[in-house]
């Protein structure tokens, strides 16, 4: 998770933020990370980074997921893994997965961070914990005409508007959406 680390550090040092929460989030994601790569595993309880993705197509609606576990609907993503090189790829690679489209391209500079507090496995088959995510957020544009696939981690994936968003709605879920549709043509 050396490469993982090491690319986290750079993006977020180098990363102009997209508002004054994402700058302070920013900042507190930069000082977990003086803890050392072992931040970016689910192993380290005081808090991890994860990544994920708002997947916006090219009518600007977005796709969100009705989470299995917390019945709310978000982005995609997750814990970021041992193969994964980099923090764009790792929220590429979860959206992937959960969403099933492929050919998803992909904007590697974050456009939000949020921290939320979770229960969270340490990924060895153990109960879930207290924990914190700092999630970086990227935005993936689908190709025209893709289908999505729901996965094991989902009940329901949908396409909505950003003026038509369903309920109920994570924390964190509405503030990714303005810097994601500011990035678009």
Known sequence: MTD????????????TATSGDAELARKRVLNLLADGPAAMTRAHRAGHVTASALIVDDQRRVLLCLHGRLN????????CEAGDETLAAAAFREATEESGITG???DPTPIDIDIHDVRCGTGDGGPAEPSVHYDVRFLLHAPAGSI??????STALAWFHPEALPSPLASGTIQQIGPALARLP
Do not use: A, F, K
């Not at 709310?72 to 814990?79: A, I, N, V």
């Not at 999505?148 to 981690?153: C, G, N, P």
């Open 104 to 106: 998803l391209i992909l």
């Open 72 to 79: 709310m609907w978000m982005q995609l993503g997750g814990h």
């Open 4 to 15: 993982l680390y090491e690319n986290t550090v750079d993006v977020l040092t180098t990363w």
């Open 148 to 153: 999505e696939q729901i996965s094991d981690e």
